[in-house]
């Protein structure tokens, strides 16, 4: 199968550089970035730190790093941060936090909605005693598992953090896609946030890349730690400018993702699936166990690459315009027409009234029922 004939649904990390894209990186004027001297990533920089509202931004060649870099400069060894039992930070970054950052995570519960609930954190910052870590730091998600943070609890849940002395920190990969849900001005979906790490390379459709926001001085700190962890690229220009040009004209097309995502969600619910409530680029449904094995094989075959689990988490972006979703849907629809063929075929094959079926081929059927 043609390469560009293939629907990736796993993740919106999989999106490729557009042409224009491509050509805004050919274009760039690059240097050292490490001496400092690469114009396009301090333009990047200085763009994007302006529009966000912070002192200053810096390019990291991921997410996971520049998440690292931050909590690394909010906390010391010996330090606490509060974090969600989801969330990236604590558990898909290998706890790099602690593994590498000397810092003890004090995870929580993730409410439904994403939150972690006010009196959850105020229990677990720890009073100034010796025999506990310090707690510094409130790590919240945005968006996390496809859900946007409800606005009023992120102005509560920063102002509560401040108001105890914690620095906050927003793991804003897919902050984008939540400003597009909610409506609200990108300013206003991070003013709480100390620090705020935005991905380029997923919805936004830069090959590489995410932004880490905050003060001057917590920049520098994070720009020394970037380069102990190995961080510091040099000719990352051409990076940058992807990142720019994404910032540039790449935005507001993730309303698209997100219709996207709620017709797929409808058309999987018309199949009969259990679907999860759509606010983002995420649609996550029920596949029953009995299923995950033929759809494994049939949907590749298909041209549909997807993560199957008996929560399947679909996800939509740039490469998968509605042509493509639709094309999806029908591979799934297809699989579940012939399941439902071939069981009610066994059925009536196998009914009394037809004399049940011979011993041999019920056991290799007592599958289909
Ligand atoms: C993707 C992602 C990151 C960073 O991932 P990288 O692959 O290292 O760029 C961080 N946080 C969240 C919530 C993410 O989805």
Request: charged share 20%; proline share 5%.
């Amino acid at each position: 199968m043609n390469r560009s004939e293939i629907i990736d649904l796993r993740s919106d990390t999989v999106t490729r550089p557009s042409a224009a894209m491509r050509a805004a990186m050919h274009a760039a004027e690059v240097g050292d970035d490490v001496y400092g001297d690469d114009p396009s990533v301090n333009r990047l920089q200085d763009y994007a730190a302006d529009r966000f509202g912070y002192e200053a931004a810096l390019w990291f060649p991921t997410g996971t790093q520049s998440n690292l870099a931050a909590l690394m400069s909010h906390c010391g060894r010996g330090d606490e941060m509060i974090v969600g039992q989801d969330a990236h930070t604590y558990r898909y970054e290998q706890g790099g936090a602690a593994v590498l950052g000397s810092i003890q995570p004090q995870p929580l519960v993730n409410q439904p909605d994403g939150s972690l609930a006010l009196a959850d954190i105020a229990a677990a910052i720890k009073p100034d005693d010796l025999h506990f870590a310090r707690t510094r730091l409130l790590a919240l998600e945005n968006t996390i598992g496809g859900k946007v943070l409800p606005p009023t609890y992120v102005r509560d849940a920063t102002l509560f953090a401040k108001s105890r002395g914690l620095a906050t920190h927003l793991d804003g990969a897919r902050l984008m896609n939540a400003v597009i849900a909610s409506g609200q001005s990108e300013r206003e979906a991070v003013a709480g946030f100390d620090s705020l790490s935005l991905c380029l390379s997923k919805g936004l459709g830069a090959p590489a890349g995410s932004l880490l926001f905050g003060a001057k001085p917590l920049i520098a700190n994070a720009k020394r730690w970037r380069k102990a962890l190995g961080g510091g690229l040099r000719q990352a220009g051409v990076y940058a400018a992807a990142g720019l040009h994404a910032l540039e004209h790449q935005v507001a097309r993730l309303a698209e993702d997100h219709d996207n995502a709620v017709h797929l969600a409808a058309g999987l619910a018309a199949l009969g699936l259990n679907v999860e409530p759509v606010q983002t680029n995420m649609v996550f449904v029920e596949i029953a166990q009995e299923d995950l094995a033929a759809l494994k094989l049939y949907l590749p075959e298909q041209g549909v690459i997807a993560s199957l689990g008996t929560r399947t988490r679909l996800v939509t972006h740039l490469d998968a315009p509605r042509d493509k979703i639709d094309t999806a849907l029908a591979a799934f629809g297809r699989y579940y027409a012939v399941k439902q063929h071939a069981t009610a075929t066994y059925r009536a094959a196998a009914s009394p009234a037809a004399g049940g079926l011979p011993p041999g081929l019920a056991e290799l059927y007592s599958g289909m029922r």
